[in-house]
């Protein structure tokens, strides 16, 4: 964490909490990037494990897992605008790596907007493949391997 805002990382606690992270990311990915909601809600919501990241109540970022089996599949990670390069994101990916650990995952794979790329890298996550389109936005297939 960086600069005097204290923020906290944790599940999603509540209905209400859960249903401002899905807010958070429809403002962020539908309005702000364009992707379809048909997209963004792929009906796997309920399976997921939802991290926060809360100030004063405030809803600044959301990140979902998936554990299937030894792998966490790791999506939807949305930082509020206002509440960017400060660390919060990275935040999120330390947190989650905790989750997939605490469920038996021994990997983490993720498909990374390509322009955001550094930001798995400096977490520890490998490209694996080429860039491909989905929801209208170049990604690649990143992997990071759990101790
Ligand atoms: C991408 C996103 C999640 C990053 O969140 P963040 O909290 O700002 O990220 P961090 O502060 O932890 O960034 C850590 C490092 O990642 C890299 N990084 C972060 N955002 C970046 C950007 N927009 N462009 C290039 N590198 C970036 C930088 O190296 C950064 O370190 P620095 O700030 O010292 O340069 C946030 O910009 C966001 O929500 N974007 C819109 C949704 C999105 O693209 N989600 C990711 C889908 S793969």
Redesign the pocket.
């Known amino acids: 964490m960086t600069g005097t805002a204290v923020y906290e990382i944790r599940r999603a606690q509540s209905r209400q909490e859960l249903e401002a992270a899905l807010e958070l990311r429809h403002d962020?990915?539908c309005v702000?990037?364009g992707v379809p909601e048909r997209d963004e809600l792929d009906g796997r919501d309920h399976e997921g494990i939802h991290l926060v990241a809360v100030r004063d109540g405030e809803m600044l970022?959301t990140c979902r897992i998936l554990l299937v089996g030894s792998t966490a599949q790791f999506s939807r990670?949305?930082?509020k605008m206002s509440a960017?390069?400060?660390?919060?994101?990275?935040a999120l990916l330390a947190a989650a790596d905790e989750e997939s650990r605490a469920g038996g995952a021994r990997r983490i794979v993720l498909h990374?907007?390509t322009?955001?790329r550094?930001?798995y890298e400096?977490a520890g996550y490998r490209p694996r493949g080429r860039v491909f389109w989905e929801a209208g936005i170049e990604h690649i297939a990143m992997e990071k391997l759990l101790d």
């Open positions: 962020v990915f702000e990037q970022a990670l949305a930082v960017r390069r400060q660390g919060i994101a990275t990374a907007q322009y955001a550094e930001l400096l």
